[in-house]
């Protein structure tokens, strides 16, 4: 099986060691996003606009990795404050507006997030 990491130029730098990315095989699982501004690394305020910029994100890793939104089967929202759901909810679903089905999802509220973070966001893709 091929293996490969990938960084993308046009996302956030880890906060941490590990890759954007990883694929294997024709999979693609992504590290977790944060609302981080790639271009100055801070941190954007509020649950909709870390939702925004963390999608963004997660859509230029899976660019630069010759993928697409619509190639994402599942993923993984971890929201700082669970009340947050209903704001989250509806940016999600416009980022897959363009889509028949939406991947597989979970979504769970827990205690801290890296760099004091209320959203992040993981996900597997499959070519």
Same mark, same amino acid.
């Given at each position: 099986?091929?293996? &490969?990491?990938?960084?993308?130029?046009?996302? /956030? $730098?880890? *906060? @941490? /060691?590990?890759?954007?990315?990883?694929?294997?095989g024709?999979?693609?699982?992504?590290? @977790?996003?944060? !609302?981080? +501004? /790639?271009?100055? !690394?801070?941190? #954007? #305020?509020?649950?909709?606009?870390?939702?925004?910029? @963390?999608? +963004?994100?997660?859509a230029?890793?899976?660019?630069?990795? !010759?993928?697409s939104?619509?190639?994402? *089967?599942?993923? =993984?929202?971890?929201? %700082?404050?669970? +009340?947050?759901? $209903?704001? *989250?909810? =509806?940016?999600? %679903?416009?980022?897959? &507006?363009?889509? +028949?089905e939406?991947? %597989?999802?979970?979504?769970?509220? *827990?205690? %801290?997030? /890296?760099? $004091?973070?209320?959203? #992040?966001? #993981?996900?597997?893709?499959?070519?």
């Amino acid at each position: 099986m091929n293996k &490969k990491a990938i960084n993308a130029e046009k996302a /956030p $730098a880890a *906060v @941490g /060691p590990y890759s954007h990315a990883y694929l294997a095989g024709e999979t693609l699982y992504l590290s @977790g996003q944060l !609302g981080l +501004n /790639p271009e100055t !690394g801070i941190l #954007e #305020e509020g649950v909709a606009a870390q939702a925004q910029r @963390g999608l +963004n994100n997660l859509a230029n890793i899976l660019e630069s990795a !010759g993928l697409s939104r619509k190639d994402i *089967v599942k993923t =993984t929202i971890f929201l %700082a404050d669970m +009340n947050d759901f $209903a704001a *989250v909810n =509806t940016i999600y %679903a416009d980022f897959f &507006k363009d889509q +028949n089905e939406y991947p %597989a999802r979970s979504c769970v509220q *827990v205690a %801290a997030l /890296p760099k $004091a973070a209320l959203f #992040e966001i #993981e996900a597997i893709a499959v070519r």
